[in-house]
């Protein structure tokens, strides 16, 4: 004979965590099914951005929640520039103005590495280098750039000298934060001077008149 048990023996002990203090067997966990049958898929079933999108989190700090997911979907908490930026200003339309100067600031460098015949700064990902299925264009694929070796490292070098000019409007310390933050991807050391020249960065790209923004 199979002894049964009421819903409120077995929710005690559900609750004591299995039979040792009610004398009753432990519950089988149950696996949760979808109406056809099949297990229910966990959210890392559904969206596989998510465990990058947990990793970060732990190291923005953000809770591993559904709103803490959805904050670590912003771009500047992909690297360590914006999640400096990011901690230290809350306005979101700022925290978008500084990422546009962290971004533009990487292409100008990339760009200029890339006219001298500099090797790449960073380790290439290996998904980068799969075949393509084939090739196509689009409306938002970039045009030809039909521009000579000469033009290109021409143009190159003004928009990095612009730049250049920019981080003028800063003190020493925080254009060499900058750049070794943001173009090589380095440990955060001065917040304060990042955001300086940061700032001195969206000035020159939004055309806004340049002050100094450096400290004595």
């Given at each position: ?10 929710r005690?002990a ?8 009610l ?6 966990p149950?696996?949760?099914r979808q ?9 890392e079933?559904r ?8 990793v970060r989190?732990?190291?923005a700090?953000l809770p591993?929640?559904?709103?803490g ?7 500047w ?8 930026m990011?901690?230290a ?8 103005q500084?990422?546009?100067a ?15 015949g500099?090797p ?5 990902c ?18 030809v ?13 003004r ?13 020493k ?5 900058v750049?070794r933050?943001?173009v ?9 001077g ?23």
């Amino acid at each position: 004979m199979v002894k049964t048990y009421s819903k409120g023996a077995r929710r005690r002990a559900k609750k004591a965590n299995g039979a040792g203090e009610l004398d009753l067997p432990g519950l089988a966990p149950v696996t949760r099914r979808q109406p056809n049958g099949q297990r229910r898929r966990t959210v890392e079933d559904r969206d596989a951005s998510v465990q990058a999108l947990k990793v970060r989190c732990r190291l923005a700090g953000l809770p591993e929640t559904a709103a803490g997911l959805r904050e670590a979907r912003a771009p500047w908490l992909g690297c360590r520039a914006g999640r400096a930026m990011a901690a230290a200003v809350t306005d979101h339309e700022e925290r978008a103005q500084l990422w546009d100067a962290i971004q533009h600031l990487r292409r100008v460098q990339v760009a200029h590495d890339r006219a001298i015949g500099a090797p790449t700064r960073h380790a290439r990902c290996l998904r980068l280098l799969a075949p393509v299925e084939a090739m196509s264009a689009d409306a938002e694929t970039p045009p030809v750039d039909e521009r000579s070796d000469e033009e290109r490292q021409r143009d190159a070098t003004r928009a990095l000298m612009r730049v250049e000019g920019w981080l003028g409007y800063t003190d020493k310390g925080a254009r060499s934060e900058v750049l070794r933050v943001v173009v090589d991807d380095g440990e955060v050391r001065d917040v304060a001077g990042l955001l300086s020249a940061l700032l001195c960065l969206s000035d020159g790209l939004k055309g806004r008149r340049m002050v100094w923004r450096g400290r004595a």
